[in-house]
C-alpha cells in the first residue's frame, strides 16, 4: 500500500522528526534518522529487517495474486496449455450467477451480523471480565478457550451437537424452542453457521478488548468518579471513547473474516443445503477444485481479493486512520 | 467427483463396478511377457523371482508377482523409486496395500514403491494440484471424463502397450481407465449401486419381500413410517448420494442408447429423462428421508446415513457395495452384517430402460511418464488373482476388478451382489465420473438442490447443457 512504501526512509530528506505538511513523526522514526551518516547503516538495517519479509511478500501474495489474474482470463481444467482465452467471460459468468451472488449476500449478512450482535456482546463481557470479579482468570480463560481449537475441530464438535436428536435439540426443547434442523433447514442454516462462528471467535475479541480496557489509565476513571459521574457514564463518556481504536481494529478483522469465511461452512455443510450455506471461499473452493474449474475459480478469488482489497483500503482511510497515527510516519491525504 | 472420493472415504476404498466379474476373460495372466518382450528372463540382475511363476501357482498366502516380466528388466534394470498416493489412509486398506508394495520390491529389488495414504477428500485435490507440475507415478484414477480431463496434462502415460496382455482379466470394466481407446489407467475393484436395506426392520414393519417396483418401494415406505421406522437413509450433504437416486431412476426410464448418446452429446433432451425426474419427485414427495437429510453425510459417523442403517435408525439406503465394509465400524452391534440385505433398484412402470442395466463405478491407479513400464507391471500385481484376494481377505476390497478373485468373497450378502453384477449387461459408470468434472459437480449440486425442493424436473434434465454451455 501506498502509506507504507512511501514511509521508507529517503535518507537525505531535510528536517527529521516533522514531515512535509508539518505532522508530527513517530518517536521511534525521529531517533533513527539522526543524519546522513547513518544513512549506510540504516540501509543495511533495512535490507535485513525487511529484505526477508518482502520476499515472502512478494513470492507468496503478489505473485500468486499475479498468476491468478493472468489464469481468470482463460477457461481452463487446470491441465495441459492454456490457450482459450475468454477475457472477462469468467467475471462476467461470476457475477451473473446467482449462486455466487447469494454467496457474496451470505458474506455481508455473517459481517453485518458480527458487527451488531457479537461487538456489543464481547464488549460487555470484556467490561465485565474486566472488573475485579470472583474467578476471572478463570472466567477469561473460558471465554478464550474456543479460539484456541482450530475450525475444523470446531466444525465437527458442533456438527455433532446439532444433529438430528443431538445435544442441542435437548437443549433448544428444554428452553421451548423445539427442535430444529438446524443444518438441514436452507432458512437456518446460515444463522447456525453464524452462532458457532461467534462462539469460536467471541473469545478472541473479547480478550482484544480486555487488552484495550487495560491500556486505559485508572487515574481516568478516578477522576470521573470524583466529578460524580456514574458508572454508567464512566463508561459511556470515558471507558467506550478510548476503547475506540481497539473497536476500530476489532471490527476489522470481523469484516476480513466474514468476507473470506471458509472452514465452518465448508466442514459443517459443504456450503449446502441448495447452496443456502455457501459463501465466496466455498463457492470458489467447490468451483476450481471439485469442477476442475481452475480459470473460472480464479476469477471468483479475483473478485473475492478485490472486495476485501477495496474494503480494507477503505476501512483504512476512513475508519483506521487517527489510529494508525504514529505507527506510519507519514499519513495519505 | 466428490463422489469417488467420499464414497471410498470408508477408506478400505471398495468400489467396484462388477463388469469385471461378468466378462471376466479368462485370458491368461500372463501377459506382460509380451510387452517386455521376452527380455524378462534373460536373467538380468539379481532377480529373485518370488515363486518366478504365474499367478495362478502362486500360493494364496504368498502371492507373488504375476506375469513373468521379472523384476530386473522393469525400467530398463536401472533402480527407480515410484511415489504411489492411494486413498486407503486407515486400516485394514492401509497395510494390506503397504504389503503389496513391500512383495512387489522383494520381487523386483530395482523398483521401489514409496507409499503415501491421503484421506480421500484430500487426495482429490492434490492430483490436479500434483498434475500441473511433478504427479506422482502411480496415483488414485476414478476413470471416466475426470480422467479424459487430466491426461491432457500430457503426464500421465499411455500404459496400452504394457498391459494389452492381460488387461481383459479384468473384464469389461477395464474400459472406464481407457480413453480413445489407450488404456491410462487400471481398476483394482469394481462397485454397483442397489439399495442395502435392514431385515430386521422389513420383518417388524410386516415386509416380506423387498420392493421390485417403485409403487411397492412406495407402499413400504408407507409400512414402514406405520411401524415408526424412518424408511430411508440419505447423505445429502455429500450430494452425490442424491444424484444415484435420479441417476437410477434414468437408467429405469431410458434405454442405453438413449443415455449414453445423451451424455456424450452433452444435453440430456429425450423426455425420459424428465420423466426420471417426475418419479424421484414422487418418491421424495413419500417423505421417505431421515430427518435432516439434507445435512447428513454419507458415511462419517454413527448420524452419516451409514451409521443410521448400522444402528438401526433407518431401514434402507442407496449405496454402492462398500456398505458393508463403511457399516461395521460405525456401530457397536457386532452382528449388523448379518442383518443387511440388498435389493436392485425398484423398476417404474412404462419406464423403456434396457434390462440388465445399473450404476456403477470403481477404483484405480494412473501412472506417471516416469516408469510406465515399472507401473504397469505393479499395477498388473496389484490385480493378479493371489494379490486381490488377499486385499478382499483384509477386507481392503469389496469386489475385485479380476473376475478370477471374486470366489475370495465370502459375505453371503455380498455374494448376492456379486450374483446380480454378474447379470448385469450394461454398467453406467455414475455421471458426475462419467462426465468432466465440472458437469458432474453440476449435476450432482443440481439434484441435490431439487431433492431440496429447488427446480423442477425439467431444470434438472437441462443441468447437463447448461453446464457444457459454460
Known amino acids: 500500500m501506498s502509506t507504507q512504501s512511501r514511509t521508507t526512509t529517503r535518507p537525505g530528506e531535510p528536517g527529521p522528526g516533522v514531515g512535509p505538511s508539518g505532522e508530527a513523526l513517530g518517536p521511534d522514526r525521529a531517533k533513527v534518522r539522526s543524519g546522513p551518516r547513518s544513512s549506510l547503516r540504516q540501509r543495511t538495517e533495512l535490507t535485513i529487517l525487511l529484505g526477508p519479509a518482502l520476499v515472502l511478500f512478494v513470492g507468496f501474495v503478489l505473485v500468486p495474486i499475479a498468476v491468478a489474474v493472468y489464469y481468470s482470463i482463460y477457461k481452463w481444467n487446470g491441465f495441459g496449455p492454456l490457450k482459450d482465452v475468454v477475457g472477462f467471460g469468467n467475471y462476467r459468468r461470476a457475477l451473473t450467477d446467482t449462486v455466487f451472488l447469494h454467496s457474496i449476500i451470505h458474506n455481508v449478512i455473517i459481517a453485518g451480523l458480527s458487527l451488531l450482535i457479537q461487538l456489543p456482546l464481547s464488549i460487555g463481557i ?9 474467578g476471572r482468570t478463570f472466567l477469561r480463560l473460558v471465554v478464550f478457550a474456543p479460539y484456541v481449537l482450530s475450525s475444523a475441530v470446531t466444525a465437527v464438535m458442533w456438527s455433532l451437537m446439532l444433529q438430528p436428536g443431538g445435544f442441542i435439540d435437548h437443549l433448544s426443547k428444554a428452553v421451548g424452542i423445539g427442535a430444529h434442523t438446524w443444518l438441514a433447514d436452507i432458512h437456518i442454516v446460515l444463522y447456525t453457521i453464524f452462532v458457532v462462528a461467534s462462539w469460536q471467535y467471541m473469545g478472541f475479541g473479547i480478550v482484544l478488548l480486555l487488552a484495550g480496557l487495560q491500556g486505559i489509565p485508572s487515574e481516568l476513571r478516578e477522576a470521573a ?53 455457501s459463501t465466496m471461499s466455498t463457492y470458489l473452493i467447490d468451483k476450481g477444485f471439485h469442477s476442475y474449474e481452475f480459470g473460472y475459480g480464479s476469477a471468483v478469488a479475483v473478485i473475492l481479493f478485490v472486495i476485501c482489497f477495496v474494503f480494507a483500503l477503505l476501512y483504512q482511510r476512513f475508519a483506521l486512520r487517527r489510529d494508525t497515527q504514529g505507527a506510519l510516519t507519514r499519513m495519505v491525504r | 467427483m466428490t463422489s469417488r472420493t467420499t464414497r471410498s472415504l470408508a477408506q478400505r476404498s471398495l468400489k467396484g463396478r462388477q463388469l469385471a466379474a461378468i466378462s471376466v476373460v479368462a485370458v491368461a495372466a500372463l501377459g506382460l511377457a509380451a510387452c517386455s518382450s521376452g527380455k524378462s528372463n534373460a536373467g538380468s540382475s539379481g532377480t529373485p523371482t518370488s515363486g518366478g511363476s504365474s499367478s495362478t501357482t502362486a500360493s494364496a498366502s504368498q502371492p507373488a508377482p504375476s506375469g513373468s516380466s521379472a523384476g530386473g528388466d522393469l525400467n530398463g534394470g536401472k533402480p527407480v523409486t515410484l ?91 477395464a474400459a472406464g481407465w481407457a480413453v480413445d481407446g489407450k488404456q491410462y489407467g487400471v481398476p483394482y475393484d469394481y462397485h454397483v449401486v442397489g439399495f442395502w436395506y435392514r431385515t430386521d426392520l422389513f420383518q417388524k414393519a410386516g415386509i416380506s419381500d423387498p420392493p421390485a417396483t417403485l409403487d411397492d418401494l412406495l407402499s413400504d415406505i408407507t409400512k414402514l413410517k406405520a411401524a415408526g421406522i424412518t424408511p430411508i437413509a440419505l447423505g445429502g450433504k455429500d450430494k452425490w448420494p442424491d444424484a444415484f437416486y435420479w441417476e437410477n431412476f434414468i437408467l429405469k426410464e431410458c434405454p442405453q442408447d438413449t443415455i449414453v448418446s445423451s451424455l456424450n452429446a452433452k444435453k440430456l433432451s429425450d423426455p425420459c429423462f424428465v420423466k426420471a425426474g417426475d418419479d424421484l419427485k414422487k418418491l421424495i414427495d413419500a417423505k421417505p428421508f431421515n430427518s435432516g437429510f439434507l445435512s447428513t453425510s ?42 443387511m440385505g440388498f435389493f436392485p433398484f425398484p423398476s417404474v412402470s412404462g419406464g423403456q430402460g434396457t434390462p440388465g442395466a445399473a450404476l456403477g463405478g ?47 468373497i465370502a459375505d453371503p450378502t455380498l455374494k448376492k451382489v456379486l450374483a446380480y453384477l454378474q447379470g448385469v449387461t450394461y454398467n453406467q459408470l455414475y455421471f458426475d465420473q462419467y462426465m468432466t468434472a465440472a ?20 431444470d434438472l434434465a437441462g443441468t447437463v447443457a447448461k453446464a457444457a454451455s459454460q
Request: hydrophobic share 45%.
Open chain 1, 126 to 134: 470484556a467490561l465485565l471480565l474486566n472488573r475485579k470479579i470472583r
Open chain 1, 225 to 277: 468518579a470524583l466529578d460524580g459521574a456514574t458508572a454508567w457514564q464512566t463508561t459511556r463518556m470515558v471507558i467506550l471513547p478510548l476503547l475506540g481504536p481497539t473497536i476500530r481494529i476489532w471490527i476489522f478483522l470481523s469484516m476480513i473474516g466474514s468476507l473470506q469465511l471458509f472452514d465452518l461452512p465448508w466442514i459443517m455443510t459443504g456450503g449446502g443445503p441448495a447452496n443456502a450455506s
Open chain 2, 83 to 173: 511415489t504411489w498416493w492411494h486413498n486407503a489412509n486407515t486400516d485394514p486398506g492401509k497395510s494390506a496395500f503397504q504389503k503389496v508394495a513391500a512383495d512387489f520390491h522383494a520381487a523386483h529389488p530395482n523398483v521401489t514403491i514409496n507409499v503415501q495414504p491421503f484421506q480421500n477428500e484430500d487426495i482429490k485435490t492434490k492430483i490436479p494440484i500434483a498434475l500441473q507440475g511433478t504427479p506422482p507415478d502411480i496415483f488414485q484414477q476414478w476413470g471416466g471424463g475426470a480422467l479424459a480431463q487430466q491426461i491432457q496434462s500430457g503426464k500421465i502415460a499411455d500404459i496400452t502397450q504394457f498391459t494389452q496382455s492381460w488387461i481383459g482379466d479384468l473384464g469389461k470394466g
Open chain 2, 298 to 339: 454419507a458415511q462419517q459417523g454413527a448420524g452419516s446415513s451409514a451409521g443410521l442403517l448400522a444402528n438401526g435408525k433407518a431401514a434402507m439406503e442407496l449405496q454402492g457395495d462398500w456398505e458393508m465394509a463403511v457399516i461395521p465400524p460405525l456401530t457397536s452391534d457386532k452382528q449388523v452384517a448379518s442383518k
Open chain 2, 362 to 408: 470403481g477404483d484405480g491407479f494412473s501412472c506417471s511418464t516416469k516408469a510406465p513400464d515399472a507401473c504397469a507391471a505393479f499395477l498388473q500385481y496389484l490385480t493378479s488373482v493371489p494379490v486381490e484376494t488377499e486385499l478382499i481377505k483384509a477386507n481392503a476390497i469389496t469386489i475385485p476388478s479380476n473376475g478370477k478373485a471374486t470366489d475370495a
Open chain 2, 439 to 458: 458437469i458432474g459437480n453440476a449435476i450432482n449440486d443440481a439434484v441435490s438442490n431439487f431433492i431440496a425442493g429447488q427446480g423442477s424436473s425439467a
